[in-house]
Nanobody, 125 residues
């Protein structure tokens, strides 16, 4: 049974940093992990993704240069380090896995068939 569990969210001041963690269990082959976020009243937005087959990464325009996605294969975790956080980064952040198509395409949210429960990130002074 494949499962994703996010952690690391919290309250941070503007300009601060957080590192989100997505623990992936039950996976038996290569997959793509994506981070998505959803703010109140807004659609879910793709933030970053990582392909375990070739370490390919992709980022949304709003986070390029500030967020970094990485993987620790030994710990079965994918991390997203978020720097220079802004109030508009406030959202519930979800990690999701694409185990069928294995395409790191953030605009194709429907390709990600497995989702975690989400973790709240609040950027406020």
């Amino acid at each position: 049974q494949v499962q994703l569990v996010e952690s690391g969210g919290g309250l941070v001041q503007p300009g601060g940093s957080l590192r989100l963690s997505c623990e992936a269990s039950g996976f038996t082959s290569d997959f793509v992990i994506g981070w998505f976020r959803q703010a109140p009243g807004k659609e879910r937005e793709g933030v970053s993704c990582f392909s375990t087959s070739d370490n390919y990464t992709s980022y949304g325009d709003s986070v390029k240069g500030r967020f970094t996605i990485s993987r620790d294969a030994d710990k079965n975790r994918v991390y997203m380090k978020m720097n220079s956080l802004k109030p508009e980064d406030t959202a519930v952040y979800y990690c999701a896995a694409d185990i069928r198509f294995r395409l790191c395409v953030l605009s194709q949210r429907q390709l990600f068939g497995i989702w975690g429960q989400g973790t709240q990130v609040t950027v406020s002074s």
